[in-house]
């Protein structure tokens, strides 16, 4: 059974950093690429970047420059960081597992989510 | 950017009845297509992907279709642990958009 756990800071000054970190338990670390996803009621599911085992990341074009995902495949973890957040950067946080284009691409893993705020 | 839009983003019904979703691609996305179910609390959680193929352990109530720009979800006799949230979620292109969720509710 694959089970994904997250955890970070969650409220965050405007202009500050956004770090969570995910692990995966049970499952194949290799041969999938682990996403990050967030929530929000304005603008709902948000995908914002991948990692696959060797360290290839991809990035939602909108949050490119403020972005980085990285992996830790000694430990099954991998992790996001966002820089200066706003407002806009408020809602839940998830992690995920994304399988292959050729079993449809779709996120069938996913952590238990972190409510990020940010406020003064 | 692929946008997608799912109809209605409300629906009311009742225990036994059929619901149909949709949801609709801006450009042709071929059957990269997936559904999710979401609810209060809860991260989501797959029901279907390639448009049609019924995730493991998903209940046969769930169907999908659909091609091309224009795809829906079924739910053939309403049960009540399927009033939630759903999300569509499309793959063709370098990144992953999704709908803006229907929320199905009890009339």
């Known amino acids: 059974q694959v089970q994904l756990q997250q955890w970070g800071a969650g409220l965050l000054k405007p202009s500050e950093t956004l770090s969570l970190t995910c692990a995966v338990y049970?499952?194949?670390?290799?041969?999938?690429?682990w996403s990050w996803i967030r929530q929000s009621a304005e603008k709902g599911l948000e995908w914002i970047g991948e990692?696959?085992?060797?360290?290839?990341?991809k990035y939602n074009p909108s949050l490119e420059s403020r972005v980085s995902v990285d992996v830790d495949p000694s430990k099954n973890q991998f992790s996001l960081k966002l820089t200066s957040v706003t407002a806009a950067d408020m809602g839940i946080y998830y992690c995920?597992?994304?399988?292959?284009?050729?079993?449809?691409?779709?996120?069938?893993?996913w952590g238990q989510g972190t409510v990020v705020t940010v406020s003064s | 950017d692929i946008q997608m839009t799912q109809s209605p983003s409300t629906l009311s019904a009742s225990v036994g009845d059929r619901v149909t979703i949709t949801c609709r691609a801006n450009?042709?996305?071929?059957?990269?297509l997936a559904w999710y179910q979401q609810k209060p609390g809860k991260a989501p959680k797959l029901l279907m992907y390639?448009?049609?193929i019924l995730e493991s352990g998903v209940s046969s109530r769930f169907s999908g279709s659909g091609s091309g720009t224009e795809f829906t979800l079924t739910i053939s006799s309403l049960q009540p642990d399927d009033f939630a949230t759903y999300h569509c979620?499309?793959?063709?292109?370098?990144?992953?958009?999704f709908g803006q969720g229907t929320k199905l509710e009890i009339k």
């Open positions: 979620q499309q793959y063709n292109s370098p990144m992953y958009t």
């Open positions: 049970g499952g194949s670390f290799s041969g999938y690429y």
């Open positions: 990692i696959n085992h060797s360290g290839t990341t």
């Open positions: 390639k448009a049609s």
């Open positions: 450009q042709t996305i071929g059957s990269w």
């Open positions: 995920a597992r994304r399988r292959l284009r050729s079993r449809g691409a779709c996120f069938e893993y």
